[in-house]
């Protein structure tokens, strides 16, 4: 039975997984369904893997498995370990770090920078010869995750629903997402699951309109206080920063001008670090 080794991205949204054998060549992508440890039981979170582990070949089990997923940190990483083990019972190696983590090693590898990521959520990490030094708390989507999916989806949300928007970018707005009124909003991001991914839906629309004045306002706004809150704490501007993350990929001209803005050499920018 041949050995594989595979790779795991996971975030609020979606977990990418990549398969290899040991000489390195790849046998086959797939995607699952985000995962949040502080959200869901590992009963769901072994629910949400076992797709992947039914992608494997007969002929083959998979023998190292290296997991980097949001939350992956104190009780979460315990829950994500546990349903990791559950799902896939025979790993000779299993490896379980933060997202951060593993941004960190696909954007800088054994070096040195600021680590940040742009998608659903964000966070940021000082990260030195190949070890995170310093990690300003991300908080989430209510208290903190600065220029991420689920910010910018709340920011569109607020203000379209308080009229704060141009007149006619909220129309195109009501036009887009008949179903996002008032009403229903409350209802998914206050008492719906994953509310953090379904704020991040609504991104595609800033993304679409992003010429409108106000809505390169509101972009510039966030990135600048994802650099201010998160990034500026480490005192490291020598150092250049990277991202990871769906936001950072599809904006980074706005995040290119926020580094700039900030005095930061912006380095490389990747949609997902597999």
Same mark, same amino acid.
């Given at each position: 039975?041949?050995?594989?080794?595979?790779?795991?991205?996971? @975030?609020?949204?979606?977990?990418?997984?990549?398969?290899?054998?040991?000489?390195?060549?790849?046998?086959?992508?797939?995607?699952?369904? @985000? $995962?949040?440890?502080?959200?869901?039981?590992?009963?769901? $979170? !072994?629910?949400?893997? &076992? *797709?992947?582990?039914?992608?494997?070949?007969?002929?083959?089990?998979?023998?190292?498995?290296?997991?980097?997923?949001?939350?992956?940190?104190?009780?979460?990483?315990?829950? +994500?370990?546990? #349903?990791?083990?559950?799902?896939? *019972?025979?790993?000779?190696?299993? !490896?379980? @770090?933060?997202?951060?983590?593993?941004?960190?090693?696909?954007?800088?590898?054994?070096?040195?920078? $600021?680590?940040? $990521?742009?998608?659903? @959520?964000?966070?940021?990490?000082?990260?030195?010869?190949?070890?995170?030094?310093?990690?300003?708390?991300?908080?989430?989507?209510?208290?903190?995750?600065?220029?991420?999916?689920?910010?910018?989806?709340?920011?569109?949300?607020?203000?379209?629903?308080?009229? =704060?928007?141009? =007149?006619?970018?909220?129309?195109?707005?009501?036009?887009?997402? *008949?179903?996002?009124?008032?009403?229903?909003?409350?209802?998914? !991001?206050?008492?719906?699951?994953?509310?953090?991914?379904?704020? #991040?839906?609504?991104?595609?629309?800033? /993304? &679409?309109?992003?010429?409108?004045?106000?809505?390169? &306002?509101?972009?510039?706004?966030?990135?600048?206080?994802?650099?201010? &809150?998160? !990034?500026?704490?480490?005192?490291?501007?020598?150092?250049?920063?990277?991202?990871?993350?769906?936001?950072?990929? /599809?904006?980074?001209?706005? +995040?290119?001008?926020?580094?700039?803005?900030?005095?930061?050499?912006?380095?490389?920018?990747? =949609?997902?670090?597999?």
């Amino acid at each position: 039975m041949e050995q594989i080794i595979l790779n795991a991205d996971s @975030g609020a949204t979606k977990t990418e997984w990549v398969a290899t054998l040991p000489d390195g060549r790849e046998l086959w992508r797939g995607r699952t369904q @985000g $995962i949040n440890p502080f959200q869901m039981t590992e009963a769901e $979170i !072994v629910a949400s893997l &076992r *797709p992947c582990a039914e992608l494997l070949d007969w002929g083959q089990r998979a023998g190292e498995l290296r997991f980097y997923g949001a939350g992956c940190r104190a009780a979460g990483l315990n829950r +994500v370990r546990l #349903a990791l083990e559950t799902v896939f *019972p025979d790993l000779d190696v299993l !490896v379980v @770090g933060s997202d951060l983590l593993g941004a960190a090693r696909a954007l800088f590898g054994e070096g040195s920078g $600021i680590a940040c $990521i742009l998608g659903t @959520g964000s966070n940021s990490g000082l990260y030195l010869s190949g070890q995170l030094a310093a990690n300003v708390a991300p908080l989430g989507f209510i208290l903190g995750d600065e220029g991420s999916g689920a910010v910018l989806g709340r920011r569109l949300l607020g203000d379209v629903l308080k009229g =704060q928007l141009p =007149q006619e970018l909220c129309k195109q707005f009501v036009a887009d997402y *008949p179903e996002a009124t008032p009403e229903a909003v409350i209802e998914r !991001v206050y008492r719906g699951s994953r509310p953090s991914a379904y704020l #991040a839906g609504f991104a595609p629309f800033l /993304h &679409r309109h992003r010429g409108e004045p106000a809505v390169a &306002r509101l972009l510039a706004e966030e990135f600048d206080r994802f650099f201010q &809150r998160n !990034v500026a704490a480490y005192g490291r501007s020598d150092l250049p920063v990277g991202f990871v993350g769906s936001i950072a990929y /599809h904006f980074r001209e706005e +995040v290119a001008a926020a580094a700039a803005r900030h005095g930061y050499l912006l380095g490389a920018v990747r =949609q997902a670090p597999l």
